[in-house]
């Protein structure tokens, strides 16, 4: 009975045949939702347990549904579907059948999965020759029976939807009525690609040319060739239209049509610019020299000699179009037919004539004193300065028939003249110029001396001048060297850079000075070769506004003598920019605080002091300066913490509080009075009663504090005093009525401003006083126990200081 529940079980899968199209898409797709695995997931504890006495053959992945297109070509895979058995063994048997007669597929193919021996894959694939058409039938259902050696069969089925292929197009412009358009040029090389047809979908397509009256080429592929000996370059703009029709293999078409325009070629046509040439030689010249060497304007040009067809004396090279001799030249006349062409394109050519004579020589070639001239100039010679004359004599002893010619670089040439033998300089040897020494300063030519008569002989005198420099130019200074600084500049900051300039080559070689060098009164220092000026030294602007630096720029490597330098003084200005320095400020500067002692070795807090700086300021530092004679105090941050002890007796400590911004010989620090009374926890306040001090006698001891104070003009101060005692004299009768009523006894006022601590030292004992101080006010008096000292706090105007 389980059995039977069992086999009930796999076999209630739903009829898909009716599966809606929302499941259908591209490729294979995973199973619907809603088939029989939503009941196998329900009885899996059934399968479980059945497991264990009937072993089948699984296809999880079925069933499904796959999506085919019409057009897809024989052989292409359908699906792949696994099989699993439950142990390992030999292939499973797997076999396909239709529920619709004569169905295109392939029978199964079984692979084994690698990873796993007792998974195997079967593979339904399109048979060969089939032709899907959705018309006629738009699903099969394939029927797949799989069973495992010593395992149960089993069925599950694997539905094939027939989709419609897509229809042919052909793109626009292609398509269009004009046809799309492509411009070549000329000389375009033959059976280039033009232009390619691309329709859409590509693949299994035929492609057809309906005119034939053109000298273009359409391969199979749709692609439009250029002719096969390319197009005319003489002509002008051809036009060459082609009408193509596309079809594939199901009958289906699209035609459109391209329009190739011919444009005329933008290259240069091969021309020689001399057709005819005459040249004479004189015998006796040997193999492979050249005798003349002929020029054809166009690109790729290319020689060669037409006539005569196999030239026994003389070769031409095909890219210089150097003509030379191929053996020992005798007497005659000889012509040659030369023709040049575009190596790319043959069919672009010119040809010229070239007439060889030969003479006997009757003459020898003039002899001429320098035979080479080697000379060193300054930059500095006056044109129309001779640089030599040459002494040359031919065989007739008379240098009447002479003729002398420079040749050589333009560049070089142009400096020097002939004027008869001898040789001049023509224009300003100037050697600062970047195209001078781009030659080395060395310019180079040939003098050609020429003998009359005929054959002509001639001999060449070649000529290197060398140009020196001379140092011309005195050094130029910067226009508005001025440069600002902070007065916090440190060491070795660099201030500006003075760039000075030099005509002379090398351009802006210069070393840099200082007049009177770094010191006290001049502060900074200047780089010899860069021209860097930097701070070696304290600045203050307080002290001095701005500085005016003297810098001599001396040039070097300017002359060919090194001990001829020129130098400038430039003035340069640098000002000091004031930086805000703030002194820290306590709110109050004065505390008189009273505290109950704690228990000894706790810590107890007393009160944390508010100070600020400048904006821009660093972090405020702490530190006791004063009073903490026994170490009872310390400063954790800006809060005084108290240590107990074991001290008996209330005890009054005045604590000074150094309170600090910034760093180095720019500190600036504020002092704060912290008056703290100490009363022990098991001592009551102490009563109302004359206290006696007694005082040790020491010499004063005076330590000042000077801030830093503006002095306004003279002017300013009497407004000041005049708008003052006008102000006073109008307020003097509107307080005199307030001084004569009740006046308060002076009290101590403990400013908050700038205050002093007074120590000061008696030379006898105090007597006691004739009234007793209350302990909730303080007076201002106190001692340090330690030293003996009294402290007096008050309030003045002006400097710091104590006693």
């Known amino acids: 009975m389980l059995l039977g529940l069992l086999l009930g079980i796999t076999v209630a899968y739903p009829d898909t045949t009716g599966v809606s199209s929302e499941h259908l898409t591209e490729g294979i797709l995973g199973p619907p939702q809603g088939i029989a695995r939503a009941h196998l997931a329900g009885c899996s504890d059934i399968l479980l347990f059945a497991g264990a006495f009937v072993r089948a053959t699984v296809l999880p992945d079925l069933p499904r549904v796959v999506a085919l297109s019409e057009d897809t070509v024989s052989g292409t895979r359908v699906a792949e579907v696994t099989v699993s058995c439950s142990n390992s063994s030999s292939s499973p048997n797997v076999t396909l059948d239709s529920i619709e007669p004569d169905h295109p597929f392939n029978s199964i193919a079984i692979s084994s999965d690698p990873m796993d021996a007792t998974t195997f894959r079967a593979e339904v694939t399109l048979r060969a020759g089939a032709e899907l058409d959705a018309h ?15 395992e149960d069969e089993v069925e599950e089925r694997l539905f094939v939807r027939v989709t419609a292929r897509h229809v042919l197009r052909c793109d626009t412009p292609f398509a269009s009525a004009e046809g799309d358009v492509v411009q070549v040029l000329a ?12 329709p859409q979908p590509l693949g299994g397509l035929t492609f057809r040319l309906r005119n034939r009256n053109t000298p273009l080429t359409l391969t199979r592929r749709g692609v439009v060739l250029a002719p096969d000996n390319g197009f005319d370059p003489s002509k002008d703009t051809q036009t060459f239209r082609l009408e193509i029709e596309v079809m594939d293999r199901h009958g289906h078409n699209c035609s459109g049509a391209v329009r190739v325009e011919v444009l005329p070629s933008r290259r240069p046509r091969v021309t020689f610019p001399e057709l005819h040439r005459a040249v004479t030689v004189t015998e006796g010249i040997g193999p492979c020299e050249v005798v003349t060497q002929v020029h054809a304007r166009g690109d790729n040009v290319r020689y060669a000699i037409l006539a005569p067809v196999a030239p026994a004396l003389f070769t031409i090279d095909e890219v210089t179009g150097e003509i030379r001799s191929t053996r020992r030249l005798q007497v005659i006349r000889a012509h040659l037919l030369i023709r040049a062409y575009n190596a790319l394109h043959p069919d672009d050519h010119a040809t010229a004539t070239v007439n060889v004579t030969v003479q006997g020589t009757d003459r020898q070639a003039p002899r001429c004193d320098p035979a080479i001239f080697v000379s060193q100039v300054s930059e500095t010679i006056s044109p129309g300065s001779t640089l030599v004359t040459l002494r040359c004599t031919d065989s007739t002893s008379t240098d009447g028939c002479l003729h002398y010619a420079l040749e050589g670089p333009p560049f070089s040439r142009s400096h020097f003249c002939m004027d008869g033998p001898q040789l001049k300089v023509n224009t300003t040897l100037d050697y600062d110029s970047e195209a001078m020494a781009a030659l080395g300063f060395q310019l180079t030519a040939t003098i050609v001396v020429t003998v009359g008569g005929q054959p002509r002989q001639s001999t060449r005198v070649p000529v290197l001048v060398t140009v020196t420099p001379v140092n011309e130019f005195r ?139 400048g904006p821009d300021s660093a972090p405020l530092t702490y530190s006791i300066v004063g009073g903490n ?24 400590f005045v604590l000074l509080v150094e309170v600090w911004g910034g760093s180095g010989g720019r500190r600036r620090s504020s ?62 009768c509107m307080a005199r009525s307030l001084l004569c009523s009740n006046r308060a006894p002076g009290k101590l006022f403990l400013a908050r ?7 000061h030292s008696r030379g006898k004992e105090e007597q006691g ?15 340090d126990p330690r030293t003996g000292r009294d402290y007096l706090f008050n309030s003045m105007t002006g400097a710091r200081r104590w006693i």
């Open 136 to 150: 006629r039938v738009n699903q099969y259902t394939l029927i797949l029976r799989a069973a495992c050696p010593g």
């Open 187 to 198: 000389d375009v090389a033959p059976r280039t690609p033009l232009y390619a047809v691309l």
């Open 475 to 613: 050094p130029a200074c910067p226009s508005g060297a001025t440069f600002t600084v902070p007065e916090t500049a440190a060491f070795g900051s660099v201030v500006g850079r003075v760039a000075g300039t030099d005509r002379d080559y090398p351009p802006d070689s210069l070393e840099y000075s200082l007049e009177g060098g770094p010191g006290p009164a001049q502060p900074f220092s200047i780089d010899r070769r860069t021209g860097e000026i930097r701070a070696v030294g304290a600045l203050d602007s307080q002290q001095q506004k701005s500085y005016r630096l003297v810098v001599r720029l001396t040039d070097t490597h300017n002359d060919l003598e090194p001990r001829k330098r020129q130098s400038r003084l430039c003035d340069v200005s640098v000002r000091l920019q004031a930086v805000a320095d703030q002194l820290p400020v306590c709110i109050p500067e004065v505390q008189e605080l009273r505290i109950t002692a704690g228990f000894p070795g706790s810590r107890q807090p007393v009160t944390r002091l508010v100070c600020h700086g």
């Open 629 to 652: 004679e026994d170490g009872r105090f310390r400063l954790e941050g800006n809060t005084l913490v108290h240590l107990p002890g074991d001290r008996a007796e209330p005890h009054p």
């Open 671 to 732: 002092l704060v009075a912290l008056v703290v009374h100490v009363t022990p926890r098991s001592t009551p306040a102490p009563p109302s009663s004359s206290t006696q001090h007694t005082t040790l006698q020491k010499e004063p001891l005076v330590v000042t504090q000077t801030e830093a104070v503006w002095h306004p003009p003279a002017w300013f101060v009497a407004v000041l005093t005049i708008s003052g005692a006008l102000l006073l004299a109008t307020l003097g």
């Open 753 to 759: 401003s700038s205050w002093d601590v007074v120590e």
């Open 769 to 783: 006083h004739s009234q007793a101080s209350s302990p909730e006010q303080f007076d201002g008096h106190a001692q």
